[in-house]
């Protein structure tokens, strides 16, 4: 199987994760502050990778930590705002709306790096913009507050990928993801840190279990598959990748928390499913197929 494949596999798989994460973490946050159950969540998750990534871990410099460093505040930012956007609005919703993030990218680089996606991924994101319009916007066109969280999260995380395949690109991407998280784990516990009211040992086992599951699998899996992989595959594609994330989410919810799978919510995640096979579909014409047409034409 060729690399490319596999990476796109394991990214969907880890969409399930993600999707998944959306419901622990509003189960898990109850009435706990959510920058502190992000802090641990990388605390964990930083341990974890340490041990798997050690050969790295040694071998550590200044440049490695400050590119980890550099790459931790968008995705702090983004995740972080995602998070608040759970408190203020339902699981499935949520994890939806994150997926604007799809849209915001080819756009991002347009109008900063002047750098225009291929035909394909400008329809794909219109078709998940339409998806998202329709899951999100209520009767009387108004946008809830955590769904403004959300999208302005999905902004911080679209600016983490295209830096994640800018640094892909230009050398060796996985000494930075430990670096990366452990940054991730000091700007939240300095949040956490001067946050009054700051509870540090929660006595909810759900708390923890939430941290023990995003940590491993939403976090520490997921983060280091979309980092390597996008060394054989663009941001825009990884994120309409991502858009199977919502539609895994809108069924964790359902089963997690009783949450409603209205009509709405199937035909706009129908229509992001869609945008993901756009983004894959190959569109070129074959060499000879255009070289006869070409002759062809002449000849007429």
């Not at 499935?92 to 035909?119: D, E, N, W």
Request: proline share 3%; with cysteine; aromatic share 12%.
């Amino acid at each position: 199987m060729e690399k490319r494949n596999l990476f796109l596999i394991l990214l969907i798989l880890g969409t399930a994760f993600w999707g998944i994460s959306f419901s622990v973490t509003k189960l898990a946050i109850g009435q706990n502050q959510p920058v502190l159950f992000l802090c641990y969540r990388f605390m964990l998750a930083t341990m974890v990778l340490s041990v798997i990534f050690w050969k790295q871990v040694k071998k550590l410099n200044f440049a490695t930590i400050k590119t980890g460093a550099s790459l931790a505040i968008p995705l702090v930012l983004g995740i972080y705002l995602q998070t608040l956007g759970i408190t203020h609005t339902s699981a499935s919703q949520c994890s939806f709306v994150a997926g604007i993030t799809v849209v915001m990218i080819p756009l991002i680089k347009l109008i900063i790096y002047r750098k225009s996606a291929p035909l394909k991924i400008w329809i794909a994101a219109f078709t998940a913009l339409v998806g998202l319009f329709v899951i999100s916007i209520t009767d009387n066109l108004k946008i809830g507050t955590g769904d403004l969280y959300t999208i302005v999260g999905a902004f911080c995380f679209a600016i983490y990928l295209i830096q994640i395949e800018k640094e892909s690109k230009a050398g060796d991407i996985v000494p930075t993801i430990v670096p990366m998280f452990a940054t991730c784990a000091i700007l939240t516990f300095l949040l956490a840190l001067f946050q009054n009211g700051t509870v540090w040992i929660p006595q909810e086992h759900a708390f923890w279990a939430g941290i023990v599951f995003c940590a491993l699998f939403s976090t520490a899996y997921m983060y280091t598959i979309s980092n390597i992989s996008q060394k054989y595959i663009s941001a825009e594609r990884v994120s309409i990748i991502y858009l199977f994330e919502p539609v895994f989410g809108a069924f964790a919810a359902h089963f997690i928390l009783g949450e409603e799978i209205t009509s709405r919510l199937l035909m706009g995640g129908g229509l992001i499913f869609m945008a993901t096979l756009i983004s894959e579909l190959k569109w070129k014409m074959p060499r000879q197929m255009a070289i006869l047409s070409l002759s062809k034409w002449k000849k007429d």
